[in-house]
Nanobody, 125 residues
């Protein structure tokens, strides 16, 4: 069982940056692919970014590509999401998730086994 706790959310102006962290406990995340998802009010949860267990492959949603960077520090059992050039449409609750490794990063929520409780990101215009 893996427990995931997100942090780093907050209120930021458009054009600003935030770095989200996802700290894992219970098991080492080095054996898991990791992903970030988000859900805005009244909308479906959507994929943001994913990274394979060995950081060999990353994948991004088109809406964040070039602005967000996913990374992981297996020694710290933590995954990060660096978010730059934030836009009001990035406002959402952001969740990290873990799944057993595969050859490609997972982009669907049903591919993940463990979820954090989420952290709120609000971008003002």
């Amino acid at each position: 069982q893996v427990q995931l706790v997100e942090s780093g959310g907050g209120l930021v102006q458009a054009g600003g940056s935030l770095r989200l962290s996802c700290a894992a406990s219970g098991r080492l995340i080095s054996s898991y692919d990791m992903g970030w998802f988000r859900q805005a009010p009244g909308k479906e949860r959507e994929f943001v970014a994913a990274i394979t267990w060995n950081s060999g492959v990353t994948y991004y949603a088109g809406s964040v590509k070039g602005r967000f960077t996913i990374s992981r520090d297996n020694a710290k059992n933590t995954v990060y999401l660096q978010m730059n050039s934030l836009k009001p449409e990035d406002t959402a609750v952001y969740y990290c998730a873990a799944r057993t490794p595969s050859q490609r990063p997972g982009t669907r929520g049903d591919e993940y086994d463990y979820w954090g409780q989420g952290t709120q990101v609000t971008v003002s215009s």
